[in-house]
Protein backbone atom coordinates (compact mmCIF):
# COMPACT_ATOMS: atom_id res chain seq x y z
CA UNK A 1 0.00 0.00 0.00
CA UNK A 2 1.29 3.03 -1.22
CA UNK A 3 1.73 6.29 1.31
CA UNK A 4 -0.93 8.19 0.45
CA UNK A 5 -3.38 5.45 0.41
CA UNK A 6 -2.07 4.22 3.86
CA UNK A 7 -2.59 7.94 5.25
CA UNK A 8 -6.26 7.89 3.95
CA UNK A 9 -7.08 4.40 5.67
CA UNK A 10 -5.66 5.96 8.96
CA UNK A 11 -8.07 9.09 8.40
CA UNK A 12 -10.90 7.10 7.63
CA UNK A 13 -10.17 4.36 10.96
CA UNK A 14 -10.16 7.73 13.22
CA UNK A 15 -13.20 9.17 11.71
CA UNK A 16 -14.75 6.04 12.39
CA UNK A 17 -13.39 5.76 16.22
CA UNK A 18 -14.75 8.98 16.81
CA UNK A 19 -17.93 8.37 15.13
CA UNK A 20 -18.43 5.79 17.17
CA UNK A 21 -17.20 7.02 20.62
CA UNK A 22 -19.12 10.21 19.91
CA UNK A 23 -22.47 7.67 19.03
CA UNK A 24 -21.70 5.40 22.70
CA UNK A 25 -21.38 9.61 24.61
CA UNK A 26 -25.05 9.87 23.19
CA UNK A 27 -26.40 7.31 24.07
CA UNK A 28 -25.17 7.13 27.70
CA UNK A 29 -26.31 10.34 27.96
CA UNK A 30 -29.76 9.72 26.70
CA UNK A 31 -29.92 6.39 29.22
CA UNK A 32 -28.62 8.64 31.99
CA UNK A 33 -31.68 11.24 31.72
CA UNK A 34 -34.42 8.06 30.90
CA UNK A 35 -32.94 6.60 34.21
CA UNK A 36 -32.97 10.26 36.10
CA UNK A 37 -36.71 10.82 34.99
CA UNK A 38 -37.34 7.28 36.16
CA UNK A 39 -35.67 7.76 39.93
CA UNK A 40 -37.83 11.58 40.13
CA UNK A 41 -41.18 9.55 39.31
CA UNK A 42 -40.53 7.25 42.07
CA UNK A 43 -39.29 9.62 44.40
CA UNK A 44 -42.59 11.58 43.47
CA UNK A 45 -44.82 8.50 44.12
CA UNK A 46 -43.07 7.88 47.50
CA UNK A 47 -43.18 11.86 48.59
CA UNK A 48 -46.87 11.81 47.76
CA UNK A 49 -46.86 8.48 50.44
CA UNK A 50 -44.90 10.37 52.77
CA UNK A 51 -45.91 13.74 52.94
CA UNK A 52 -43.36 15.31 55.90
CA UNK A 53 -40.70 13.56 54.34
CA UNK A 54 -37.79 15.10 51.67
CA UNK A 55 -37.47 12.50 49.40
CA UNK A 56 -34.87 12.89 46.92
CA UNK A 57 -34.63 10.85 43.80
CA UNK A 58 -30.96 8.96 44.22
CA UNK A 59 -28.95 9.16 47.57
CA UNK A 60 -26.42 11.88 46.62
CA UNK A 61 -28.78 14.57 45.34
CA UNK A 62 -28.75 17.82 46.92
CA UNK A 63 -32.30 18.55 46.17
CA UNK A 64 -35.55 16.55 46.77
CA UNK A 65 -39.24 16.55 44.88
CA UNK A 66 -41.73 18.71 45.97
CA UNK A 67 -44.65 19.13 43.37
CA UNK A 68 -45.71 17.79 39.98
CA UNK A 69 -47.38 20.12 37.31
CA UNK A 70 -50.11 18.70 34.53
CA UNK A 71 -50.31 20.32 31.67
CA UNK A 72 -53.18 17.88 30.21
CA UNK A 73 -53.57 20.50 26.31
CA UNK A 74 -49.95 19.85 26.10
CA UNK A 75 -49.47 16.13 27.53
CA UNK A 76 -46.51 17.56 29.89
CA UNK A 77 -46.51 16.29 33.68
CA UNK A 78 -42.94 17.12 35.31
CA UNK A 79 -42.13 16.90 38.47
CA UNK A 80 -40.71 19.70 40.89
CA UNK A 81 -37.58 20.02 42.41
CA UNK A 82 -36.63 21.90 45.59
CA UNK A 83 -34.27 25.00 44.35
CA UNK A 84 -33.64 26.61 40.95
CA UNK A 85 -29.72 25.48 40.74
CA UNK A 86 -28.46 24.85 37.17
CA UNK A 87 -27.42 21.48 38.65
CA UNK A 88 -30.99 20.92 39.33
CA UNK A 89 -32.57 21.90 36.29
CA UNK A 90 -30.74 19.74 34.14
CA UNK A 91 -32.80 17.02 35.72
CA UNK A 92 -36.34 19.29 35.93
CA UNK A 93 -37.95 22.52 36.48
CA UNK A 94 -36.98 24.01 40.04
CA UNK A 95 -38.75 25.98 42.78
CA UNK A 96 -37.18 29.00 43.60
CA UNK A 97 -36.63 28.76 47.24
CA UNK A 98 -36.30 32.76 47.59
CA UNK A 99 -40.14 33.09 46.10
CA UNK A 100 -43.12 31.98 47.99
CA UNK A 101 -43.91 28.60 48.91
CA UNK A 102 -45.62 25.98 47.14
CA UNK A 103 -49.49 25.93 47.43
CA UNK A 104 -49.56 29.46 48.90
CA UNK A 105 -49.41 31.83 45.86
CA UNK A 106 -51.76 34.00 47.38
CA UNK A 107 -49.61 36.21 49.39
CA UNK A 108 -46.02 36.30 47.07
CA UNK A 109 -45.31 35.27 43.60
CA UNK A 110 -43.75 31.59 42.99
CA UNK A 111 -41.53 30.88 40.43
CA UNK A 112 -40.54 27.54 39.22
CA UNK A 113 -37.94 27.72 36.14
CA UNK A 114 -36.64 25.17 34.02
CA UNK A 115 -34.66 24.75 30.68
CA UNK A 116 -36.55 26.30 27.77
CA UNK A 117 -34.55 23.40 25.22
CA UNK A 118 -35.95 20.33 27.29
CA UNK A 119 -38.88 20.24 30.25
CA UNK A 120 -39.90 24.14 29.49
CA UNK A 121 -39.88 24.11 25.99
CA UNK A 122 -43.04 23.56 25.40
CA UNK A 123 -44.07 26.64 27.49
CA UNK A 124 -43.36 28.92 23.78
CA UNK A 125 -46.95 27.03 22.70
CA UNK A 126 -49.54 28.12 25.76
CA UNK A 127 -51.58 30.47 25.41
CA UNK A 128 -53.54 33.03 27.55
CA UNK A 129 -56.60 31.13 29.04
CA UNK A 130 -54.92 28.10 29.25
CA UNK A 131 -55.62 25.96 32.94
CA UNK A 132 -52.88 23.69 33.93
CA UNK A 133 -52.70 22.14 37.62
CA UNK A 134 -50.14 21.36 40.51
CA UNK A 135 -49.89 18.44 43.18
CA UNK A 136 -48.01 19.60 45.80
CA UNK A 137 -46.52 17.04 48.23
CA UNK A 138 -49.49 16.75 50.92
CA UNK A 139 -51.44 15.40 47.58
CA UNK A 140 -53.75 18.15 47.48
CA UNK A 141 -53.93 19.84 43.62
CA UNK A 142 -54.42 23.28 42.88
CA UNK A 143 -55.58 24.37 39.15
CA UNK A 144 -54.43 27.51 37.47
CA UNK A 145 -54.87 29.88 34.58
CA UNK A 146 -52.54 31.79 32.53
CA UNK A 147 -52.98 35.18 32.61
CA UNK A 148 -50.38 36.61 30.89
CA UNK A 149 -47.24 36.03 29.12
CA UNK A 150 -44.36 38.36 28.40
CA UNK A 151 -40.71 38.65 28.01
CA UNK A 152 -38.64 40.02 31.12
CA UNK A 153 -34.88 41.10 31.87
CA UNK A 154 -33.28 37.98 33.74
CA UNK A 155 -32.73 40.98 36.32
CA UNK A 156 -35.99 41.89 36.84
CA UNK A 157 -38.22 40.30 39.88
CA UNK A 158 -40.57 42.59 40.61
CA UNK A 159 -43.22 40.37 39.41
CA UNK A 160 -42.51 38.10 42.91
CA UNK A 161 -43.97 40.84 44.88
CA UNK A 162 -47.41 39.93 43.51
CA UNK A 163 -49.57 36.99 44.09
CA UNK A 164 -49.76 33.99 41.28
CA UNK A 165 -47.69 31.04 40.15
CA UNK A 166 -45.14 32.28 37.56
CA UNK A 167 -42.84 29.57 35.22
CA UNK A 168 -40.09 31.00 33.71
CA UNK A 169 -37.07 29.93 31.02
CA UNK A 170 -34.58 31.24 28.66
CA UNK A 171 -35.59 33.45 25.70
CA UNK A 172 -35.59 33.13 23.13
CA UNK A 173 -36.47 29.17 22.37
CA UNK A 174 -34.18 29.13 19.59
CA UNK A 175 -31.08 31.40 20.45
CA UNK A 176 -27.99 30.37 19.50
CA UNK A 177 -26.52 31.50 22.55
CA UNK A 178 -27.13 29.39 25.17
CA UNK A 179 -26.96 32.50 27.69
CA UNK A 180 -29.26 35.24 27.14
CA UNK A 181 -30.43 38.20 29.28
CA UNK A 182 -34.12 37.87 28.70
CA UNK A 183 -36.87 35.50 30.29
CA UNK A 184 -39.96 34.02 28.84
CA UNK A 185 -42.47 34.79 32.13
CA UNK A 186 -45.40 32.88 32.33
CA UNK A 187 -47.98 34.18 34.86
CA UNK A 188 -50.94 32.03 36.01
CA UNK A 189 -53.84 32.33 38.26
CA UNK A 190 -55.46 30.05 41.12
CA UNK A 191 -58.91 29.02 39.62
CA UNK A 192 -61.22 29.32 42.22
CA UNK A 193 -62.41 25.51 43.51
CA UNK A 194 -66.15 26.69 42.56
CA UNK A 195 -65.11 26.37 38.61
CA UNK A 196 -63.17 23.28 39.37
CA UNK A 197 -65.48 21.16 41.56
CA UNK A 198 -66.61 17.88 39.83
CA UNK A 199 -63.74 17.38 37.21
CA UNK A 200 -63.02 13.62 37.36
CA UNK A 201 -59.51 14.61 37.31
CA UNK A 202 -56.07 17.29 36.96
CA UNK A 203 -55.80 15.48 33.58
CA UNK A 204 -59.67 16.71 32.36
CA UNK A 205 -59.63 19.58 30.22
CA UNK A 206 -61.82 22.06 31.49
Known sequence: MDPLSSGRALFF???LALGLALMA????VQAKARLANH???DAWQQALAEPQSQVRPWFYADTYVVAQLDFPIHQQKLTVLSGASGRNLAFGPGHLLASGELGDSAEKGVLIAGHNDTHFSFLQHVQVGERFAMQTQDGRWQHFQITNLQVID???IGF???PGLYLSTCYPFYALAADTPWRWLVEAQPVPALYVAQLSGPSRIF
Open 25 to 28: SGGY
Open 160 to 162: LAR
Open 39 to 41: LIE
Open 13 to 15: YAL
Open 154 to 156: EKD
